[in-house]
């Protein structure tokens, strides 16, 4: 893949994101995808912050899109090579103060293979 498809990728997801549009966002991971995040840690303890596959990516972004009506995310920066995009954005939450946050997607074959969050 290209820096240029790659930035298409991300695109896509913030577009998918900021809809709530589940099956759109889950179009651009491959099956078996990986997912690492600081919250899913949290909030499930006992996938110590990692979930694998279509099913469970659903499930965890289904339950954010529930619990979260407003989440919206501002896109600060993309930055990509040949197989991952670094991204840099604000999580915007009503009545929450907002968080600064960075993630990285691996994408392989054109599609998203793993994604890590990092945010304090």
């Known amino acids: 893949m290209t820096q240029h498809t790659n930035i298409a990728i991300a695109t896509k997801w913030f577009e ?11 179009s651009l991971y491959h099956d078996e995808a990986q997912h690492y995040s600081p919250k899913l840690k949290i909030r499930q303890p006992e996938t110590n912050g990692m979930v694998s596959g279509k099913p469970a990516l659903r499930a965890w972004w289904q339950d954010a899109f529930d619990r979260l009506p407003t989440l919206n995310y501002i896109t600060t920066t993309l930055t990509a090579n040949d197989d ?25 074959d054109g599609m998203i293979v793993a994604s ?4 304090g």
Do not use: S
Request: glycine share 4%; proline share 5%.
């Open 16 to 26: 998918a994101f900021n809809e709530h549009d589940l099956e759109k966002l889950l």
């Open 84 to 108: 991952r995009v670094f991204m840099e954005y604000v999580r915007k939450v009503g009545g929450e103060p907002d968080m600064p946050v960075a993630e990285v997607l691996e994408i392989k």
């Open 116 to 119: 890590r969050v990092y945010h």
